[in-house]
């Protein structure tokens, strides 16, 4: 629903999903821009991808030779039209699996081997000394999250097998290399600590693999000269950014075109509060077209 300059969702319980509709709408405006009113444009590649919340998996896997080999690239994603983003985290995701012993939880508790008592105190102990969360040690810096946990059948069964999703970020690759090294030696030295009567303990597996490695774009970079110019001309002041999530310029980046990712009014993304601002949603809309036609 529209209240004064904003849009958000009647369902208080629901975001609206402006992260990354709004971005969305900003390409296939300029899109419509160019080709109804026939503004002279240089050649145009517009690329909308897919999958971006789940591990930027558009990007990863696109045939990029389909975009002809552009020289600029702009990416449309959250907040202000004058914050550019030129760099953002690298991160990486894992599943942890872990085995212990089912036993009844009443008659003989004695003889199992709680999977979940198992994950409580690698939990605990990575909470305990900071590598749970936001993490700062010393001059490093980087965030790691428990997100999913699932096991256990009944009240009455010592939950013989859990299953978690982890994540870690860091701009540095050494020290998200780091946080993940924590993570598992937390959960492996958890599950030597469960033993049962008979002397067994549990059992603790990973996988996991990097979902995109961090980047920054040099001041000198033509695609961000261009987006600055294009932020001024619509009277506003660029204002460089970093991000601590990934987003689909890096994965652009990494596979050889540099990304300057724009805001285009989004606000509280991934939160019940989400909200669009229109008129930076509009300004987004005059800075995509000025890009990609020197015309507001």
């Not at 517009?46 to 990863?60: I, N």
């Not at 596979?255 to 601002?277: A, M, N, S």
Request: net charge positive; proline share 4%.
């Amino acid at each position: 629903m529209l209240q004064g300059n904003e849009i958000f969702s009647k369902n208080s319980s629901r975001g609206i999903g402006a992260d990354d509709r709004a971005g969305v709408a900003v390409l296939l405006n300029t899109a419509l821009e160019i080709l109804e009113k026939n503004i002279p444009s240089p050649p145009l590649t517009f690329l909308w991808s897919v999958q971006e919340e789940v591990g930027l998996q558009g990007v990863r896997h696109a045939s990029l030779g389909m975009l002809q080999n552009p020289k600029l690239a702009f990416n449309f994603d959250g907040g202000s039209p004058e914050k550019l983003t030129i760099g953002a985290t690298g991160g990486y995701r894992m599943q942890i699996k872990i085995s212990g012993l089912a036993s009844h939880a009443g008659g003989a508790p004695e003889k199992g081997v709680s999977a979940i008592a198992i994950a409580g105190l690698a939990i605990a102990d990575l909470q305990k000394r900071g590598w749970h969360g936001q993490i700062i040690k010393g001059r490093q810096r980087g965030t790691s999250n428990i997100g999913v946990i699932h096991g256990g059948t009944a009240t009455n069964v010592i939950a013989d097998r859990v299953e978690l999703k982890a994540e870690a970020r860091s701009y540095s690759k050494a020290f998200r290399s780091k946080i993940v090294a924590q993570i598992k030696t937390a959960f492996s030295r958890a599950a030597k600590q469960v033993v049962n009567t008979n002397g067994h303990s549990g059992q603790v597996t990973f996988t996991g693999q990097t979902d995109y490695e961090s980047f920054r774009l040099k001041q000198t970079e033509p695609s961000l000269q261009v987006a600055k110019a294009a932020v001024r001309a619509m009277g506003g002041n660029p204002v460089p950014f970093c991000s601590a999530g990934g987003l689909d310029a890096n994965w652009l980046t990494a596979r050889g075109i540099p990304t300057v990712t724009l805001g285009c009014g989004q606000l509280y993304q991934h939160t019940c509060q989400e909200r669009l601002d229109l008129p930076w949603f509009h300004k987004a809309c005059s800075i995509a077209l000025y890009l990609a036609s020197g015309r507001s």
